[in-house]
């Protein structure tokens, strides 16, 4: 018999050594979440997946599931606090959805769906932020990036390239290229990298495919991120 | 400027990396040196060390932007910085900084980040977070080294110095002289002598009758956060591991805290004593001493103090004489970070890295240094755990309240007569700090630094202790002629430029925060924008991934609870203001319609209340 927890009541198994975010995958049930994802180790810096346990915030792809816990994932309260950090996102960086190819694939726009977030809401930080197009097969629009090191991390440990970093600190952290110019084009990243194909956002995107899949048809167009999962899932498809 | 021969930048890294090994953890450590040499971190270093530590050019570019005290390009020749903690602030700093400038011939003010730099060279001038002189500021550093006590005449005096190239080692020695300023002494800064008793009684007693000893005194860390000290030495001794650390905290950085500076000064070998002990209770072979670059100044005579307890057979090899019981200190210095006074981004800093807080768990009890068992405290615990282990558990549990036994040493700075060290036995309540120290007319005092509560004087009965008031030690006065406006101005800032931007709510979140705070100041807030800062203020509290941006908006918090005036009184209206003028927005494009007439402005709103 295995052990379990209640989430928004439901009871969820769980192994000794997995997190809420594991377990709540594993059992098929939707939390939302934007630097998590199940091939790397949990980072914990988006805070999305916040959920309640006895009154206390946690974020569901760190907090190791317990026996007998009871995590709030759905509650307004638990949405609000969601919906405000993504809008925290939204504002921090320069996220034009109509503009963007990506809209309707983005795993931020969805998050920022399915928690009920309809616009920005605080003032626009308006960053000006560069785009490197000096690969010959992705583009990185750094107007999109939202710091969830998911490309530092593929890079560094199944790439083995170290081609990402974050630089700076607070507000003017960034993210870094490892070359001679900082260019992308000079690195030794490469189009099958795993770090070219782990991006929620647009920010991380291939040449010469836009638009392939009209707007309206696209993945989260379909059905929303509570069904149909990441987009890593249906990379594919979404191109 | 500098001593060292080796002009070129290449040759400068090589005879560092000669000198202090090629450990890619001691990245962040040639890079100050690399800094302190040069006034920057050259591109020319920045290749040599990526080749040399296996370390790649942009994570070592990464910590350099990290660091406030690193920099991409050239500082001044003088890189003079101003401590910028509201203390500092309230004793005419900023009036000090414009005389400079105007003296040095610059313009524009510093800010956050925002250096201003001679044409020459020869100088520049900046800010930094509080630098712990708070009870003799205004504060400077330059080139690292501390100058306190400014005023007008010094800061003249400085501009000469500067004018004429006249190098720090022929500057008045005055200008560097740090008072210890301790106006009571309890149990711990009641004798700073020591003569190795507490390693002898570890020796001679076995490390089970120290920990119990510890144990008995009911010590917990004085950082802050109150965690049972025997219980983290117990954790760390049974964590498997290879190895073990020591770590002693002395990345004193919260806005108002020094204590840490007077006790490194005149109690180093108490602490270094402390942190023996510890070593010798779990195991530990090695020990690191994280000095925040500040306190650099410091840093010749904890080497000495390292070296002369080398001699004496308190530490290095075989200590006391006994086989087997060999530990060793080295200090890394810190390069203007707040964040690395938490203990996980310090052991990040320690290997190299940028300060950024680690998941948690695993604690540093079983995964710290090198993902080995190990033990961080503060510099006051180590302290205390000397004469604990020496005198015994009752001794510390002769003083205090059940919960907090002992005493707290509080660093005492704002507006009163004395400013400086007092060590009260915790339960010892506000009042009574006030009334010792000369405040009169206090309106309010922040208590923990920044991070800290703000306290009416409705709270001023309440007590020291951690099951009431826990502090790490700084407590700042204000009184009724203060606006604490500016107080929470200063500390949006702080928050906003110290947030290592990590997690979502700590980075965007103090910035927004920082913004509303600004907007409010400029009397363009509304009803709105106090709201909105509680909606910020709350979610920081709550989704924050570490202590950092839980606490960074408690000022904002505690002042909109407690002090509502000081935002009410600038209130344009009580409905919704807009941050930007709407008529002057409109100004380009009355210029390409080429009119100016009545139809093409936006006339102040109607139904205005305020």
Redesign the interface.
């Known amino acids: 018999m295995s052990k379990t927890f209640k989430l928004d009541g439901r009871e969820i198994p769980f192994e000794t050594g997995q997190t809420i975010m594991d377990a709540a995958l594993a059992a098929g049930v939707y939390i939302p979440h934007l630097c998590h994802n199940p091939e790397f180790a949990?980072h914990?810096?988006?805070?999305?997946c916040?959920v309640d346990v006895g009154g206390r915030?946690v974020?569901a792809c760190?907090a190791?599931a317990s026996e007998g816990m009871e995590v709030d994932s759905s509650s307004e309260a638990i949405q609000a606090?969601r919906r405000?950090?993504l809008q925290?996102?939204f504002?921090?960086g320069n996220h034009v959805c109509p503009a963007c190819e990506k809209s309707g694939a983005c795993q931020l726009q969805a998050v920022a769906y399915y928690t009920g977030m309809l616009a920005p809401h605080?003032?626009h930080?308006f960053p000006r932020r560069p785009v490197d197009a000096s690969h010959p097969d992705v583009v990185i629009d750094f107007n999109r990036c939202?710091?969830c090191e998911l490309c530092v991390r593929a890079s560094r440990d199944h790439d083995g390239k170290?081609v990402?970093?974050?630089?700076?600190?607070?507000?003017?952290?960034h993210l870094?290229?490892?070359s001679?110019s900082g260019l992308l084009g000079d690195s030794s990243f490469a189009a099958s990298d795993k770090a070219a194909h782990v991006c929620p956002t647009g920010a991380i995107l291939p040449k010469g495919r836009g638009y392939e899949t009209p707007i309206g048809e696209r993945l989260y167009d379909r059905e929303p991120i509570s069904i149909v999962g990441d987009v890593r899932a249906h990379e594919e498809e979404v191109l | 400027m500098n001593a060292s021969a080796v002009v070129t930048v290449e040759g400068f890294v090589a005879e560092s990396l000669a000198t202090h090994g090629r450990d890619p953890r001691h990245l962040l450590q040639h890079l100050i040196r690399v800094q302190q040499r040069f006034s920057y971190v050259p591109d020319a270093a920045v290749e040599a060390l990526s080749a040399a530590l296996d370390v790649t050019r942009t994570q070592v570019r990464a910590a350099v932007a990290f660091y406030a005290f690193l920099h991409e390009r050239p500082r001044g020749a003088f890189e003079i910085r101003f401590s910028d903690n509201i203390t500092d602030r309230m004793l005419g700093s900023r009036r000090l900084i414009r005389l400079l400038i105007e003296r040095l011939g610059l313009s524009g003010l510093p800010a956050w980040g925002r250096d201003l730099i001679r044409d020459d060279g020869r100088v520049s001038v900046g800010l930094a977070s509080c630098t712990g002189m708070c009870d003799q500021g205004p504060a400077l550093l330059v080139n690292g080294q501390a100058v306190t006590n400014l005023d007008a005449q010094r800061v003249d005096r400085i501009a000469d110095l500067v004018q004429e190239g006249i190098p720090l080692e022929r500057w008045p020695g005055e200008f560097f002289r740090v008072e210890n300023n301790i106006r009571r002494r309890g149990l711990l800064l009641g004798n700073p002598a020591t003569d190795g008793a507490a390693l002898r009684r570890l020796v001679d007693e076995g490390a089970d009758a120290a920990l119990a000893e510890v144990e008995r005194s009911g010590l917990r860390g004085r950082g802050g956060a109150g965690f049972t000290t025997a219980l983290k030495w117990r954790f760390c001794r049974e964590a498997p591991g290879t190895d073990r650390y020591v770590v002693c905290n002395a990345d004193e950085g919260e806005p108002g805290t020094f204590k840490d500076r007077v006790l490194l000064t005149d109690y180093a070998d108490l602490v270094i004593e402390g942190m023996t002990v510890c070593a010798g209770v779990i195991g530990a072979r090695r020990g690191f001493l994280y000095l925040r670059g500040e306190y650099r100044y410091l840093l010749p005579h904890l080497e000495s103090v390292l070296q002369r307890r080398r001699a004496e057979g308190l530490l290095g090899t075989r200590i006391l004489g006994r086989d087997g019981f060999d530990f060793d200190i080295e200090i890394h210095l810190g390069a203007g970070a707040y964040i690395c006074g938490e203990e996980s981004a310090l052991i990040e800093s320690l290997e190299g890295k940028r300060g950024v807080t680690r998941k948690r768990p695993p604690f540093p009890v079983t995964s710290g240094f090198d993902d080995q068992p190990t033990v961080v405290n503060n510099v006051e615990t180590f302290l205390a755990s000397a004469r604990v282990v020496q005198w015994g558990g009752y001794w510390l549990r002769g003083e205090g309240t059940d919960q907090s036994a002992g005493s707290k040493i509080l660093s005492v700075s704002g507006d009163c007569a004395r400013p400086g060290i007092y060590e009260y036995p915790f339960g010892t309540p506000v009042h009574r700090v006030l009334s010792d120290c000369g405040a009169e007319n206090t309106q309010a005092v922040q208590i923990s630094g920044a991070a800290g509560a703000t306290l009416s004087p409705a709270e001023f009965d309440r007590i020291i202790a951690f099951e009431d008031l826990p502090t790490a030690g700084s407590f700042m006065i204000f009184d009724d002629s203060r606006d604490l406006l500016d107080m929470v101005r200063n500390f949006a800032a702080f928050f906003a430029h110290e947030s290592c931007g990590f997690c979502t709510p700590c980075r965007v979140g103090g910035a927004l925060l920082r913004n509303l705070v600004e907007k409010v100041a400029a009397g363009q807030g509304s009803e709105y924008d106090l709201s909105e800062m509680r909606h910020i203020g709350a979610v920081m509290r709550e989704a924050s991934y570490c202590g950092l941006g839980h606490t960074a908006p408690n000022h904002v918090l505690n002042t909109l609870d407690k002090f509502p005036s000081i935002y009410r009184r600038r209130l344009a209206r009580e409905a919704h203001t807009p941050s930007f003028d709407l008529d002057a927005a409109l100004s380009e494009a009355r210029g390409i319609a080429g009119r100016d007439d009545p139809g093409t402005h936006i006339h102040k709103l109607s139904g205005e209340t305020a």
């Open positions: 949990p914990g810096s988006c805070r999305v916040v915030q974020s760190t190791a606090t405000a950090i925290m996102l504002v921090e605080f003032t930080f939202i710091l170290r990402f970093a974050i630089s700076g600190r607070g507000l003017e952290s870094v290229i490892d001679a």
